[in-house]
Every structure is written in structure tokens, then in C-alpha cells.
């Protein structure tokens, strides 16, 4: 794979340890399955599996969970040039409880500190970052340095050019007690700060409340609009996915029916898919309904990474939904 990369992602990486049964806690599992983990690394993998040249900028522990983590990019198609260690940390574990079709508890195993937030402006390669066709951070990158200053940099030398995503990510357990709650709390400054420099924000309607203090859709549209965005993505969960442009153009996706099996990968599916239509120039409505798609195929799957589907899978999930809402009517009365 040759620089400069389509998509490098940047921020949360580890391994995600998922259990074969579902319905009970952790404590009655007895097998699990081992996964490549972190959002903004499951987008670059989703990103991958459309054909676009991918890369993370992360860091591991020196440990066997980090040779599995650069194994498992590789395998995956996406480079490794940027996935730094730290020898004295260990590379993160996550745990979930799987109770469908909402409810998936998460165990972060970060410490003392998790070698992604342990991340300085002076290992990055910034000519990269500049260079690629979308960058994506997320806003776990700002709750806790060199992480946050690095990811400042990061962005801060893309200029905001043409696509550079804020995925609003918000993660209380990963930062002080009560830093989102309140604009005077130390994360709506922060996410403030970088989406000065985005062009693009993407977040649920709790992610949206934290970074604008609105916890309404259109509202919460318009205030990330405000901060200078091009395009603000709101997910709604059952009422599916508002998007606004500042040009004007604006679609709102119902959800597509799926029968949850594991809901916490839809939104890094969401994610990549969300990029794939952006570098291939399509309409807002055409984006945004694909990457609906896309979600809903990974909430209908057990993992994160391994479930990223194709182009031709998320087609074929679209005109499976149009043709039931299309027949619902009809069905109704039979």
C-alpha cells in the first residue's frame, strides 16, 4: 500500500474479548471470541473494505496483544506505518456483556493508561495526516495528554481542508467526573476547540449535547453548523440518522430493520461508510442512507471488525428494507 493513504484514522485501539453466549453476564460466560477493537480503528477497517487505502495512528503495548493488533490490521488491509508502542503499557482489553437487542454493557481494561492516550505530537507524521483524502479523530483523543495535544496538532496541521471528521465519540468513564456535564466542564472546550478545525461532525444526540449543550436533533445540527462544520450527522438510534449540510441540502434516514445481535460496532460500520460516500462524491441522501445500511449489517452481526461488510452486502441490505417498507402496507391487512 503506497502514501499517501485515502483515510487514516487516528485514536482508540485494543482488543476487543466478546462472549459466545449471549443473555448472561460475564460471570456465567465460558467462551469468548478475540477481535481487533477501538472506533476509529473499526472505521479504518470499514473504510478498507470498500477498497480505499487505510491507515490508523495509534499505539500499542510490547506485548502479545499488540503483535495480534498489527496482525490483525494487516490482515485486514490497512496500514500499519503509524501504530507506535509503548513498552511500559499494556495493550487495552475490552469486555461486553451481550443482552439484545439493547443492552451491551462495556469493561475498559486501560491502565494505568492506555498506550493510544499516551500518543505526543512529535511521533506523528504529520506530511501524512495532511495528505490524506479524510482524516477522523475522535473525541476520546482529548481527554487526557499528550493524546489531546497530539490530536490538536493533527488537526491543526490539516488546515480544515476537505475531509477532516470529528467523531464526537463521548466517553465519560475515560475522562474526570462530570467534564461534559456543564459548559463550564473541561470538554465542551475541548470539543469546541477541535471542531475548529473539522469539517465534518458526527455524533448521537448524548455526543451532540456535549459538544453544543443542545439535545435536540435539528437543534444540536445547527450548533455544530455554527462552529464552522460543513456537515453535521446527528444519530437518532430508533429514529435513525439526521444530516445537514451548510449549503443547505439536508436528509433524515429512518432506521433499517435488522435483528440486533451486538449493537457496538453500527457506528463504526456507520463511519466507514459514511467516508466511502464522501471520496466517492455522492449525494448527501445516497450517503447517509448507506451508511444507515452499513450500521445496521454490523448490529445484525456478533463482532465489530470482522463484520465490516462490502459494498455489494450493504446494497443488497437497502433493497431488502425498500422492498419491506414497500410491501408493509400491503401486508398489513393480510
Known sequence: MQMPYDVVTMGRVGVDVYPLQTGVGLAEVSTFG?????????????AARYGHGAAVITKTGADPFGTFVR???RGYGVGT??????PGLPTPVTFCEIFPPDDFPLYFYRYPKAPDLDLAADELDLDAVRAAR?????????????SRAATLAAL??????????????????????????TAEGPARGLYREALAHATVAVGNLAECAVATGEHEPRAAARALLATGVELAVVKQGPRGVLAVHR?????????????????????????????HGMLEGWQLDRTI????????????????????????????RL??????????PRGAGS
Open 34 to 46: 478475540k477481535y481487533l477493537g477501538g472506533s476509529p480503528t473499526n472505521v479504518a477497517v470499514a
Open 71 to 73: 496482525d490483525a490490521l
Open 81 to 86: 506505518d503509524f501504530v507506535g508502542t509503548s
Open 134 to 146: 479524510v482524516f477522523w479523530m475522535t473525541g476520546t483523543g482529548l481527554c487526557e495528554e499528550p
Open 156 to 181: 491543526r496541521a490539516r488546515g480544515r481542508a476537505a475531509h477532516t471528521v470529528f467523531d464526537l465519540d463521548w466517553r465519560p468513564m475515560f475522562w474526570p467526573e462530570g467534564a461534559g456535564d
Open 247 to 275: 449549503d443547505g441540502a439536508e436528509t433524515e434516514v429512518p432506521p433499517v430493520p435488522v435483528e440486533v445481535v451486538n449493537g457496538l460496532g453500527a457506528g463504526d460500520a456507520f463511519g466507514g461508510a459514511l467516508i
Open 289 to 316: 442512507a448507506f451508511a444507515n445500511a452499513a450500521g445496521a449489517h454490523v448490529a445484525g452481526e456478533l463482532a465489530c471488525s470482522d463484520a465490516m461488510p462490502t459494498a455489494a452486502q450493504v446494497e443488497e
Open 319 to 328: 433493497r431488502a428494507a425498500g422492498e419491506a417498507r414497500a410491501a408493509g
